[in-house]
């Protein structure tokens, strides 16, 4: 079954303490992005990779970093987290885009609440 | 950047058709056009996808005019359960950027 696996699904934590949320896919996809979503806000690009040891910023990079040794991980990791980082998060993967069919497949998010 | 410009809200009823329209004046020649749905909580699920004219599939059809600078997502006899927001992105090589989406809501 095609499918996007985020974990943890639920995590609180402290100001300061570094965490990683993981990202794996299993569609041999090149692109994978993080997103993250507010209330009234939608959803905005935190990072995205067009390929493995290719990453770039989205919108809102700051605070977050990624890296993509291999094609079907894509971690994020907040070095220090902040409360403001408290948010729900998505991981998605796809084709590359613009190649075609370039359907997106999301995780199932990762709620984070930084106290 | 190609930018769409979406309704923010729509309401409907049940067994009605519903449109949406997208707009993405900026379009350029290689862009594709695709919509998504989410429900609270849950990660975007792909609708459909287009380049130009219409495209049909089991849920929902994509009519694109000739200029292409417009696109209208057309959800047929909606349910309760269509419930949901509803994105349209212009797809470009390395941009798959959300806007505000259209929050659709079904009445009985």
């Known amino acids: 079954e095609a499918q996007v696996t985020q974990n943890p699904r639920y995590l609180i934590t402290v100001t300061g303490k570094k965490l990683t949320v993981t990202c794996s896919q299993n569609?041999?996809?090149?692109?994978m992005s993080w997103y993250r979503q507010d209330p009234g806000l939608g959803l905005r690009q935190i990072y995205y990779?067009?390929?493995?040891?290719?990453?770039d910023k989205g919108d809102v990079p700051e605070g977050y970093k990624v890296s993509r040794k291999e094609k079907r991980n894509f971690p994020l990791i907040l070095e220090s987290p902040s409360p403001n980082q408290t948010s729900l998060y998505f991981c998605?993967?796809?084709?590359?885009?613009?190649?075609?069919?370039?359907?997106?497949?999301f995780g199932q998010g990762t709620r984070l609440t930084v106290v | 950047l190609a930018k769409t410009t979406q309704p923010i809200s729509m309401d409907s009823y049940e067994g009605q058709e519903v449109n949406i329209t997208c707009s993405h004046n900026?379009?350029?020649?290689?862009?594709?056009i695709t919509w998504y749905q989410q429900f609270p909580s849950q990660g975007p699920r792909f609708i459909i996808q287009g380049y130009k004219t219409k495209v049909t599939n089991e849920v929902a059809s994509l009519f694109i005019p000739a200029d292409r600078k417009s696109s209208t997502l057309s959800l047929p006899r909606v349910s309760l359960s269509d419930t949901a927001v509803y994105y349209c992105?212009?797809?470009?090589?390395?941009?798959?950027?959300f806007g505000a989406g259209t929050r659709l809501t079904v009445k009985p």
């Open positions: 569609m041999n996809h090149e692109y």
């Open positions: 998605a993967s796809s084709r590359t885009p613009g190649s075609g069919n370039t359907e997106a497949f």
């Open positions: 990779s067009m390929n493995v040891e290719v990453t």
């Open positions: 900026n379009i350029a020649t290689n862009d594709y």
């Open positions: 992105l212009v797809v470009v090589r390395n941009d798959m950027r």
